[in-house]
Every structure is written in C-alpha cells, then in structure tokens.
C-alpha cells in the first residue's frame, strides 16, 4: 500500500472497531468498509515492465478513452487518454526510460476526468522525459472527485521505464503523448495496467 494511505485508512478502521466494541455495530460496520476500501484504492501492486526496449508502457492502470493527432510546442504527434475509476490503481509510472527534463503544475478546473476539456482545463501535473529515442510528455490529471495530485519525482531525475513518480487521489486521468514516429498499439475502449501494458513502440 502507498504510505500516504494509511493516514486516510487508520482513522474509519480504528473508529469503526470502537464503534463495534460498544456495540454500535451498524455505524461500525461502515467506517470498516470505509476503512477497507481506502485501504483497497491505496493499493501499489508490483510491476514488471516487458523486456522489450523499444516498448512505451502505459503510465497508469485504466481504460483509453481517446487516441488523437495532437501538436505539441509544434511538434506533431499523437495524444493517449487513459481514464482511472475509483476501482483502479492510482499509482503513475513512467512509460519510458529516461531523464525528467521539466515537471510543470498547473491549476485549473474540476471537470469530469472523462471529458475532453479536462485535458487542456483541468488541474495537472506534466512530466516532460527525455527518452534516448525521443522526447514522451505525460499529465496527471485531476477529475471531479481526484483533486490531490502527488508528485514523488523532481526536474533532473533519472527514471527507468515502469518506474513509479506519483499518484492521483480518488478518479482521475493520465494523458500521454507521443512524438512522430512512435507505432501505437492500443484503441480506445482497451483496458491498460501501468508499467506493464505496451501502448507503443518505437520504430
């Protein structure tokens, strides 16, 4: 389990035994299932990256919504939406193997994760790395309910690919984008697991 979880786990859980304790059995029956669950959503199951190399993981667990043409500071490439329910693992990963050129945090709105708008509006945090082969850009996106992005990594680090850099709370999505050049491998509706589903690969 991520460490931040058991400071939202330990309070309805240690509440939920007293409550039990005096025989309140109903209201501590549910801050135990409260308790459960948040322990269930902080969840950080180990993952193994493919051995391929010229693989590009997918930088969380969930289901992608959209594959699209997308420009970025003028380069063209392609953008992959990955949507996260409250059922999924909330833990990021790094889809490539490289040094963290720039993190930038942005504010913004509180849209639904699953609308479109909420990649360009929403609150964020976007790591720009640097890979050997090409540059892959990747956002953290608060949605309606997630409005805690954590962040475990700094501008200048190095990270191998399927390597773990952060986590959003409670719903949410992660955009990634590729450059030209990169053969994309996924379609919208497929679901993902991060740091071990292949999204891509470099040609």
Request: glycine content about 10%.
């Amino acid at each position: 389990m991520v460490k931040d979880g058991y400071k939202f786990a330990a309070p309805p859980l240690l509440l939920g035994i007293v409550a039990v304790l005096f025989h309140w059995n109903w209201p501590g029956g549910v801050l135990i299932f409260l308790g459960m669950f948040v322990v269930f959503f902080f969840r950080d199951p180990e993952r193994t990256p493919p051995p391929d190399e010229d693989a590009i993981v997918s930088p969380a667990d969930g289901r992608v919504m959209e594959v699209v043409e997308e420009s970025l500071g003028g380069k063209p490439g392609r953008r992959i939406s990955v949507f996260l329910s409250i059922f999924d693992v909330h833990v990021n990963r790094s889809p490539v193997a490289g040094r963290i050129t720039a993190i930038e945090y942005r504010t913004g709105k509180f849209y639904a994760a699953m609308r479109g708008r909420a990649s360009a509006e929403n609150e964020q945090n976007i790591f720009h790395v640097q890979a050997d082969r090409g540059e892959v850009v990747f956002k953290q996106i608060a949605g309606w309910v997630a409005r805690r992005i954590v962040c475990w990594k700094s501008s200048g680090d190095s990270v191998v690919r399927g390597e773990r850099v952060g986590m959003i709370r409670f719903g949410s999505r992660v955009d990634i984008w590729l450059p030209e050049g990169v053969e994309i491998l996924v379609r919208p509706g497929q679901y993902v697991a991060g740091g071990t589903s292949v999204l891509a690969r470099w040609k």
